[in-house]
T-cell receptor, first 114, second 114 residues
Framework: AQSVTQPDIHITVSEGASLELRCNYSYGATPYLFWYVQSPGQGLQLLLK??????LVQGIKGFEAEFKRSQSSFNLRKPSVHWSDAAEYFC????????????FGTGTKLQVIP | GAVVSQHPSRVICKSGTSVKIECRSLDFQATTMFWYRQFPKQSLMLMAT?????????EQGVEKDKFLINHASLTLSTLTVTSAHPEDSSFYIC??????????FGQGTRLTVV
């Protein structure tokens, strides 16, 4: 069975600092990996996804993520955080790009301080 | 990007009553929609997959008689929580998949059963 672990429940960073959110997955075959962001009271917005090819994926809002098969990780990064990035971030793994049987992690809440 | 509208965003109902949640794809046709449930401090759990014109496929452990899903058109799916109880209180989110198999999420519905 596929699973996703986001070890950090809550992270606080200063505005302008770099950010890395961790995500580890468990899946038997080549995974389809996603990062979503959820602002308070909002639905989920897709930041980026990895299906195949280049293991460094660029997303929206200046985010990127790197797929490391050897570490079963798909960490999300941003070089300089803005106050508007404060939100909850979810990593997800799926068996296909069709979003069937997508499993979400428990989320990491990001707080940005001035 | 494509827009998925979910209504209502918040609803409070009395125990024993039924509540209907709508999920609409505003600018694309969605042959497939997904319904998720999110408990506090937990991740999203897929409840069911609905395909237009056919019966929904429920995940294991989800009562199909309690959570009625109707996907009568290519732009609308509804989730009805029947005979709601306090333990049904949760955050419900839908997502709709377009022809390129990209999924877009609604803003979610906070259901409180009193």
């Amino acid at each position: 069975a596929q699973s996703v672990t986001q070890p950090d429940i809550h992270i606080t960073v200063s505005e302008g600092a770099s950010l890395e959110l961790r995500c580890n997955y468990s899946y038997g075959a080549t995974p389809y990996l996603f990062w979503y962001v959820q602002s308070p009271g909002q639905g989920l917005q897709l930041l980026l996804k990895y299906f195949s090819g280049d293991t460094l994926v660029q997303g929206i809002k200046g985010f990127e993520a790197e797929f490391k098969r050897s570490q079963s990780s798909f960490n999300l990064r941003k070089p300089s955080v803005h106050w508007s990035d404060a939100a909850e971030y979810f990593c997800a793994v799926g068996a296909s790009q069709g979003y069937q049987k997508v499993t979400f992690g428990t989320g990491t809440k990001l707080q940005v301080i001035p | 990007g494509a827009v998925v509208s979910q209504h209502p965003s918040r609803v409070i109902c009395k125990s024993g009553t039924s509540v209907k949640i709508e999920c609409r794809s505003l600018d694309f046709q969605a042959t497939t929609m997904f319904w998720y449930r999110q408990f506090p401090k937990q991740s999203l759990m897929l409840m069911a997959t609905s395909n237009e014109g056919s019966k929904a496929t429920y995940e294991q452990g989800v009562e199909k008689d309690k959570f009625l899903i109707n996907h009568a058109s290519l732009t609308l799916s509804t989730l009805t929580v029947t005979s709601a109880h306090p333990e049904d209180s949760s955050f419900y989110i839908c997502s709709a998949r377009d022809s390129r198999w990209q999924a877009f999420f609604g803003q979610g519905t906070r259901l409180t059963v009193v």
